[in-house]
């Protein structure tokens, strides 16, 4: 099976832009979870969808959102870009196990 | 207040010996604790997990141990391999929770 596949994997934006970012499951995972990992905050979760849904969020402003389409593929976009807001960028698919969540290879983004 | 601690930034192991990487979380509702590692530039990658249920799971050469009374786990490699230098982030997930609450991570270095 193909692993979770991300798009694009290195971004370069400005501040005040807005971005998108492209997350694949893994085939047959319903689940996709996105994290944000910054050297001085860790890996931080910040929502996750299942079946188009937003099921959790965490603590992250309103300028961060997501959505989830039909083939459980899933969107997530920053408005209104922050210096701080340059971060990897990761997606996670949840299998029928969902606890266990498997990442892709992350969104390198640089908001100068 | 971080939920998932891993105390130490750093460990130095030498090729054939153990390597431990210790997490500590302070919430009891924590019933599913995982261990990824990762190398610069890309995702997480999953190695482990336990549930609270038990106290202790294998997988070739990694070992999970769980202390619930402690609220401590631990990773054990047997034998470490230069290949296994790499970031290793505990995460922890709640009864029903999807987000995954990561430590700070520890960086293993294994020298030949």
């Not at chain 1, 997501?66 to 209104?80: A, D, K």
């Amino acid at each position: 099976k193909a692993g979770v596949t991300q798009t694009p994997r290195y971004l370069i934006k400005t501040r005040g832009q807005q971005v998108t970012l492209s997350c694949s499951p893994i085939s047959g995972h319903r689940s996709v979870s996105w994290y944000q990992q910054t050297p001085g905050q860790g890996l931080q979760f910040l929502f996750e969808y299942f079946s188009e849904t937003q099921r959790n969020k965490g603590n992250f402003p309103g300028r961060f959102s997501g959505r989830q389409f039909s083939n459980s593929r899933s969107e997530m976009n920053v408005s209104t870009l922050e210096l701080g807001d340059s971060a990897l960028y990761l997606c996670a698919s949840g299998g029928p196990n969902q606890e266990t969540q498997y990442f892709g290879p992350g969104t390198r983004l640089l908001v100068l | 207040d971080q939920q998932v601690k891993q105390n130490s930034p750093s460990l130095s192991v030498q090729e054939g010996r153990i390597s431990i990487l210790n997490c500590d979380y302070t919430n009891s509702m924590f019933d599913y604790f995982l261990w990824y590692k990762k190398y610069p530039a890309e995702g997480p990658t999953f190695l482990i997990s336990i549930s609270s249920i038990k106290d202790k799971n294998e997988d070739g050469r990694f070992t999970v141990f769980l202390n619930k009374s402690a609220k401590h786990l631990s990773l054990h490699i047997v034998p470490s391999q230069p290949g296994d230098s790499a970031v290793y982030f505990c995460a922890a997930i709640g009864q029903a929770g999807t987000a995954l609450i990561f430590g700070k991570g520890t960086t293993l270095s294994v020298s030949s």
